[in-house]
């Protein structure tokens, strides 16, 4: 009988993460996860912070482990998992985020239109079990939240997962913004089912708090930074524009990548075709399309590939209310100006929008606590200041990006 194939991998945040079971490690190493080696956990972030390099190869490897842990502290506290529970709970959390594509959030909806991440990773893991035989079937099961044990969806898909950790974590460490920092350890520790839902012992009522703290400071600090913003919103514009001026006697359009199939070819229906397309397609690609799409002759095109490759990024300002339109007409113009270029053009180098960060949304996600008496609150319930008036407040900010 072969022996189990056993692989420890160095992670810089979390020391030695082993694979140590056949299905893992199958998984590991098929050609749909190595292609998470290249996106970018963060997308454009490295142009503010340029450490954050790391790629969603990266965090799914740390959520294994993080997701390896709750499982040992759960066991250890009495609840029953089978091993085939235990190895489908961990290849769904390594299978989370397969569904991402070029530069993740970013491009989300825009390139291929319609399309959720979730609704791609759960494409392709039904791909790779019909390719393992059935193996993967029950991994789908909990992602999905069809398996009855409910708490194991939840380490995978919640409010408190190990998803949501682990970001947090790697991406506070690749940054070096410490606010970011959360202690994932004692929270695991504080983790217990009860009633078939995962819950936290009353005891680790602070850490919950600062984990819901560093991840609204994180948003607006990292993800939401005005100059992340605004390079992310370029890319946008020009997925955008190309599809505006997209001709397919074009030829320098083309990039020669899967680009093209959605730029040029994608109806918005994910069959087989456009499956096998999305899976050869990264953050690579899209760069290298970025590139050659800076030579076009449209100079709204090569104007807004060349400020990515040059990091020339277009002005942003954010505020706490709408921008007045004369304000934006001044914009307009002015890049009409500079580049004689019309109103319908300038707009993809000026433009509006709002974006709103929430810490907790008490309507439809719930953290739980179990107190010592067996009672249980959800915690924006809890009588704690801090939670009780700033946690469900949603923070809105308007942004005006602009060529200058």
Same mark, same amino acid.
């Given at each position: 009988?072969? /022996?189990?194939? &056993?692989?420890? #991998? $160095? ?7 082993? *694979? ?30 340029? %450490? ?16 390896? @842990?709750?499982?040992t502290e759960l066991c250890s506290k009495g609840t029953e998992i089978t091993e085939e529970e235990e190895v489908a709970t961990k290849a769904a959390i390594l299978l989370h985020d397969i569904g991402h594509g070029p530069f993740s959030h970013a491009?989300? $909806? ?11 990773s759960l494409h392709i893991m039904r791909l790779m079990n019909e390719e393992f035989g059935g193996e993967l079937q029950m991994a789908i099961d909990i992602f999905t939240d069809k398996y009855p044990k409910k708490f194991l969806h939840q380490l995978?898909?919640? !409010? ?16 070096? =913004?410490?606010? %970011? =920092?959360?202690?994932?350890? &004692? #929270? ?15 005891? %680790? ?17 990292v993800y939401l930074h005005k100059t992340v913003l605004a390079a992310e919103k370029m890319l946008v514009k020009i997925t955008e524009r190309v599809k505006d001026i997209f001709d397919k006697n074009d030829s320098l359009l083309k990039t020669g ?10 109806? %918005? ?6 499956? !096998? ?16 799409? /800076? ?6 095109? $090569? ?30 113009? @002015?890049?009409? !100006? ?39 609150? $959800?915690? /924006?319930? =809890?009588?704690?200041?801090? *939670?009780?008036?700033?946690? /469900?407040?949603? =923070? ?9």
């Open positions: 009988m072969p /022996s189990t194939p &056993r692989k420890i #991998i $160095n992670d810089p945040v979390y020391g030695f993460i082993t *694979i140590n079971h056949p299905l893992i490690f199958k998984i590991t190493t098929h050609t749909y996860y190595q292609r998470l080696r290249r996106i970018y956990q963060m997308a454009l972030a490295h142009l503010v912070y340029p %450490g954050a390099v790391h790629s969603r190869f990266h965090h799914s490897l740390g959520a294994y482990h993080l997701i390896s @842990n709750a499982i491009l989300e $909806n825009i390139l291929l239109e319609g399309m959720h991440h979730e609704t791609l995978v898909s919640g !409010q408190l997962d190990v998803d949501r950790m682990d970001y947090l974590t790697r991406d506070s460490f690749f940054t070096g =913004v410490s606010e %970011g =920092v959360i202690g994932y350890d &004692r #929270i695991i520790k504080m983790l217990v089912v009860h009633n078939g839902e995962l819950m936290v012992e009353e005891k %680790g009522i602070y850490s919950i708090e600062k984990f819901l703290v560093a991840r609204r400071l994180m948003y607006w600090q990548t899967a680009v093209d199939y959605f730029i040029g070819e994608f109806d %918005g229906k994910m069959n087989e075709e456009a499956l !096998q397309n999305f899976v050869r397609l990264d953050d690579f690609d899209f760069m290298h399309a970025i590139k050659t799409w /800076s030579t076009h002759p449209d100079i709204v095109l $090569n104007t807004l590939c060349n400020s990515i490759l040059d990091r020339k990024l277009l002005k942003i300002k954010l505020e706490a209310q709408p921008f007045i339109e004369e304000e934006m007409h001044q914009k307009l113009h @002015n890049a009409c !100006q500079v580049l004689n270029i019309d109103a319908h053009e300038a707009g993809y180098l000026c433009f509006t929008g709002e974006t709103v960060n929430t810490m907790y949304k008490t309507t439809d996600e719930q953290i739980n606590i179990l107190f010592k008496n067996g009672q249980v609150k $959800n915690i /924006s319930q =809890v009588d704690n200041a801090l *939670i009780h008036k700033t946690l /469900s407040s949603a =923070v809105k900010k308007f942004y005006i990006c602009y060529y200058e």
